[in-house]
């Protein structure tokens, strides 16, 4: 069949933008003279890390902190759900339910790895209304972005704790200068290091939490997009819609082409 699970592979979007941002603000830190070992405290990342992660928990129920956890691959990784194979897949299903009747095709549904379009089809040959059948799909597909929208919530969570946490950091190292008041050096020196918290909060909160949180957004919608145009597939073959015209309802939902180049004259 021609719909296939879709594999992971790695973003290349995040992982280029997590290296482009680090580059870019430690390479800045180096051209004005700075040296690594100005940003690298331990102490301050203890602090920071720390309380985020504690505030979220205490802001979070257990079972959406574990679920947000999940999400992180999909940060990193992206399945390749081509809308094209999926009309493709939902085109050899309609014409196959039109010659032969729509049980003809339990043998393939059953084979199949995605649990959505497996779960509409199978509902299509036990005779489902088909108000039914788009009343249970649509309940899934809004749950499943409630689900997506609470997990990337801890994101942002997340992404708005840690620049107050690193001002906490931040106090907690001036506390310590102030003990050493005598020795003008140790003070410079002690100033400069309690502001290490605060901009390891603030790089945490804007390079990762808060893209992370839209990322999960970004990728949960096409999530959905794909289920809408599972639904409206097997919606039509339901109907006995001609294949050539759910391919046309169906190619709505398919990305853009890119646009011709134009030949030289």
Same mark, same amino acid.
């Given at each position: 069949?021609?719909?296939?699970?879709?594999?992971?592979?790695?973003?290349?979007?995040?992982?280029?933008?997590?290296?482009?941002?680090?580059?870019?603000?430690?390479?800045?830190?180096?051209?004005?003279?700075?040296?690594?070992?100005?940003?690298?405290?331990?102490?301050?990342?203890?602090?920071?890390?720390?309380?985020?992660?504690?505030?979220?928990?205490?802001?979070?129920?257990?079972?959406?902190?574990?679920?947000?956890?999940?999400?992180?691959?999909?940060?990193?990784?992206?399945?390749?759900?081509?809308?094209?194979?999926?009309?493709?897949?939902?085109?050899?299903?309609?014409?196959?339910?039109?010659?032969?009747?729509?049980?003809?095709?339990?043998?393939?549904?059953?084979?199949?790895?995605?649990?959505?379009?497996?779960?509409?089809?199978?509902?299509?040959?036990?005779?489902?209304?088909?108000?039914?059948?788009?009343?249970?799909?649509?309940?899934?597909?809004?749950?499943?972005?409630?689900?997506?929208?609470?997990?990337?919530?801890?994101?942002?969570?997340? *992404?708005?704790?840690?620049?107050?946490?690193?001002?906490?950091?931040?106090?907690?190292?001036?506390?310590?200068?102030?003990?050493?008041?005598?020795?003008?050096?140790?003070?410079?020196?002690?100033?400069?290091?309690?502001?290490?918290?605060?901009?390891? *909060?603030?790089?945490?909160?804007?390079?990762?939490?808060?893209?992370?949180?839209?990322?999960?957004?970004?990728?949960?919608?096409?999530?959905?997009?794909?289920?809408?145009?599972?639904?409206?597939?097997?919606?039509?073959?339901?109907? *006995?819609?001609?294949?050539?015209?759910?391919?046309?309802?169906?190619?709505?939902?398919?990305?853009?082409?890119?646009?011709?180049?134009?030949?030289?004259?």
């Amino acid at each position: 069949m021609a719909d296939r699970k879709a594999r992971a592979r790695p973003d290349f979007a995040t992982i280029g933008g997590l290296i482009l941002a680090a580059v870019g603000i430690l390479g800045g830190l180096l051209l004005e003279g700075g040296q690594l070992q100005d940003v690298v405290q331990v102490t301050a990342a203890i602090i920071v890390v720390g309380g985020t992660l504690g505030s979220v928990m205490v802001n979070t129920p257990l079972h959406t902190l574990l679920a947000a956890v999940g999400r992180l691959r999909a940060v990193a990784f992206e399945s390749a759900h081509d809308p094209n194979q999926r009309i493709e897949a939902l085109i050899e299903f309609a014409t196959k339910a039109r010659k032969s009747g729509i049980v003809a095709l339990e043998r393939e549904v059953q084979a199949l790895d995605d649990l959505f379009l497996k779960k509409a089809l199978s509902l299509a040959m036990d005779g489902a209304d088909l108000q039914d059948i788009r009343n249970m799909l649509e309940l899934e597909m809004t749950s499943a972005e409630n689900h997506a929208d609470q997990e990337a919530k801890v994101f942002e969570s997340a *992404g708005g704790y840690a620049p107050t946490i690193g001002i906490i950091g931040a106090v907690l190292g001036l506390i310590q200068v102030m003990k050493n008041l005598s020795d003008v050096n140790e003070v410079g020196h002690g100033i400069a290091v309690s502001f290490v918290a605060t901009v390891y *909060g603030v790089a945490l909160a804007n390079i990762f939490f808060l893209p992370a949180a839209n990322k999960i957004k970004a990728r949960a919608h096409e999530e959905v997009r794909l289920m809408e145009l599972t639904m409206e597939g097997v919606t039509g073959i339901v109907e *006995g819609m001609n294949p050539k015209l759910l391919r046309v309802k169906l190619e709505a939902f398919a990305p853009p082409a890119a646009p011709a180049k134009k030949a030289k004259a």
